[in-house]
């Protein structure tokens, strides 16, 4: 495959593309040598990607994941689907080759789960098992959608066979369950324990960790490694400030989760705008605040096609926790969005903005999950390449840095 899948529209799909872009740093792209100014890949509707079966429609898209032979898995939401076009409605669970190709499809309700009303995350673990999620609120009153909450996590083998269920819909008692999750964001398997670690985040404020072949709880921690508590809010409350400088006591919407190598923890608190660390006990370690920054829905630039439709923030958001086990690539990258356009912005330096952002936040993705297999590998390389070379190639001098 030419190009690496990383952000996620409702209809449709985005791929990278080697396409020249321009980058925001203080540097004059006057003052340096044509190998100096270097492009940095953007981000492109490659409409030819993938092959769906013509009988089929996908819905919003809400999660992709990569096997260890470098299969895309899509997870989307087929109740999103129009009335006219539900009879077409393609299963939630497609599966494409890196060229694209249709390779199976599978999910949905069956006997002896309970398939989540809004499908929301997949994960593909070590041993080839398929996780899967979702943020259902009872009250949300999405059209299509049964009034009940996503408080199960599921596992399924690769062709479908139902495995295990954590929890059930419906039944989470808030935070200090520790048999139900509550509309769950996201999740992970750290192979050396063989440990599911699960932001659960939309309903309840925490991180809980259960063994992956029996489901049986094992710990669970809130913000700061202390306690989990908040608010079970079905609409989204985005803080409008942040007076204190480490941030709210509870997690907002925890929705992102990664385990690195060495087994630290790093959660993505997204309304709160950081991104905690943790041993793999809990213990909390450090974190990366970014109040400062224009979030990408804020951005009015971005395509209105890749805006999430109904409760919530856009899944182009999904991306702010996909690149977690390398702290040091958001901070780069980071570094390159962070307080270098005039403030405040005027329309031609928001546009700037925008693309940067766009470009940054897929770049980073690439570079860190880009798949297992070779394909995987030369994309990283290539990607890492590119990142290292990041220079200033077009910034208009009113949006640099005074």
């Known amino acids: 495959m030419k190009r690496n899948i990383l952000a996620i529209p409702p209809i449709g799909f985005l791929v990278a593309a080697a396409v020249q872009a321009t980058w925001l740093f203080g540097t004059s792209a006057a003052a340096q040598s044509p190998s100096q100014a270097r ?23 809400s999660s992709f994941a990569i096997d260890a032979q470098d299969n895309v898995w899509l997870l989307h939401r087929p109740r999103t689907l129009k009335p006219e076009d539900a009879a077409r409605a393609a299963p939630p669970v497609m599966v494409f080759d890196a060229a694209g190709n249709f390779i199976k499809a599978w999910g949905g309700a069956g006997n002896g789960y309970d398939w ?26 999405l059209a299509g959608l049964k009034p009940v909450a996503d408080d199960a ?42 440990e599911l670690f699960v932001a659960d985040g939309y309903g309840n404020h925490r991180v809980i960790v259960f063994d992956a072949d029996t489901g049986a709880f094992k710990r669970m921690w809130g913000a700061f490694g202390k306690p989990p508590g908040g608010e079970d809010n079905c609409a989204i409350v985005t803080p409008k400030t942040f007076p204190d400088a480490e941030g709210p ?26 991104v905690q ?10 974190q990366l605040i970014r109040t400062e920054t224009t979030f990408a829905r804020e ?19 999904r991306f702010e926790g996909q690149h977690l086990s390398r702290p040091d690539h958001r901070r780069d990258a980071e570094a390159g969005i962070q307080g270098n356009v005039a403030d405040p912005m005027t329309p ?36 890492q390449n590119n990142y290292s070379n990041v220079r200033d190639s077009g910034v208009t001098e009113e949006c640099r840095v005074r």
């Open 299 to 317: 951005c009015r630039g971005l395509d209105p096609a890749s805006r999430h439709s109904g409760t919530g923030p856009p899944h182009r958001d």
């Open 39 to 61: 492009g940095v890949p953007i981000f492109e509707v490659d409409s030819t990607w993938p092959k769906l079966p013509p009988q089929w429609k996908v819905g919003d898209a």
């Open 249 to 274: 006591a509870h997690f907002n919407v925890a929705h992102a989760i990664r385990v690195a190598n060495d087994g630290m923890v790093y959660l993505a608190d997204r309304e709160n705008r950081r």
């Open 153 to 194: 996590y599921l596992k399924f083998t690769p062709e479908s066979a139902f495995v295990l269920q954590i929890g059930k819909s419906n039944q989470s008692k808030g935070d200090a369950d520790t048999v139900n999750v509550h509309r769950a964001a996201d999740a992970w398997v750290h192979a050396p324990t063989n």
């Open 116 to 141: 989540p009303e809004r499908e929301h995350g997949i994960h593909i673990d070590h041993k080839g098992f398929i996780w899967i999620g979702g943020n259902n609120c009872p009250t949300s009153g």
């Open 348 to 383: 031609k330096c928001r546009k700037q903005m925008s693309m940067i952002l766009r470009g940054s936040r897929a770049l980073v993705a690439s570079v860190t999950s880009p798949g297992r297999g070779e394909v995987g590998s030369r994309l990283r390389r290539r990607n």
């Open 277 to 286: 660390m943790f041993t793999s006990d809990g213990k909390f370690v450090k």
